[in-house]
């Protein structure tokens, strides 16, 4: 099966600006979370989606948000981007609702300017 | 929420060698214990995982250990190659209502030296 993708995986913006992440799971897995890397904070978990809900929620801004399709995909957006909104986001796929494994995409790398 | 401290944050070792990562949890309810390898510029790859009802799992050099009672596991390599050199990540999840997120410790720089 492929692996998990992500577009795109280079993004430059503004402050002020808004930005829509893209997000395919492995073939078959209908739960996608979503990660910012940083150095700062290492890695930090912004919010699940499984079967088009969102099931879990991290301690981020409201800002912050996400959706999935019913092919699994998924996006997060954030708006009114920050300087500390810089970060390499990862999302990881899962098999199924009981199934803890998780499976990374090669992550986008954000730079706020 | 669940917090997972990992020690050290760097390490070096000559090639050959073993090298161990420790890591503590918080919260008596994870039961999934994944370790993350992230080479730079690349993205994590899960190398081994234990859950809580295993006390030990090994895989070819790599091995994880868990010790539910202390609330500690550990990661080790052994016969370590240059091509272990990367950044490990130790994480835990439980299966409850936060299923679906893993909390991950900072990370261990591992250089191992030819």
């Known amino acids: ?113 | 929420g669940e917090n997972v401290e990992q020690h050290p944050s760097t390490l070096s070792v000559q090639e050959g060698d073993s090298a161990v990562i420790k890591c503590t949890y918080s919260d008596s309810a994870s039961n999934y214990f994944p370790w993350y390898k992230q080479e730079l510029g690349k993205r994590p790859q899960l190398i081994i995982d234990i859950r809580s009802n295993v006390g030990e799992k090994k895989d070819q050099r790599i091995a994880v250990t868990l010790n539910k009672t202390a609330k500690h596991f550990s990661l080790h390599i052994t016969e370590t190659q240059p091509e272990d050199s990367a950044v490990y990540f130790c994480a835990a999840s439980s299966r409850g209502s936060t299923l679906g997120r893993l909390y991950f410790g900072r990370g261990t720089q591992l250089t191992v030296w030819p």
């Open chain 1, 1 to 113: 099966k492929a692996g998990v993708t992500q577009t795109p995986r280079y993004l430059i913006k503004t402050r002020g600006q808004q930005v829509t992440l893209s997000c395919s799971p492995i073939s078959g897995h209908r739960s996608v979370s979503w990660y910012q890397q940083t150095p700062g904070q290492g890695l930090q978990f912004l919010f699940e989606y499984f079967s088009e809900t969102q099931r879990n929620k991290g301690n981020f801004p409201g800002r912050f948000s996400g959706r999935q399709f019913s092919n699994s995909r998924s996006e997060m957006n954030v708006s009114t981007l920050e300087l500390g909104d810089s970060a390499l986001y990862l999302c990881a796929s899962r098999d199924t609702g009981i199934q803890e494994t998780q499976y990374f995409g090669p992550g986008t790398r954000l730079l706020v300017l």
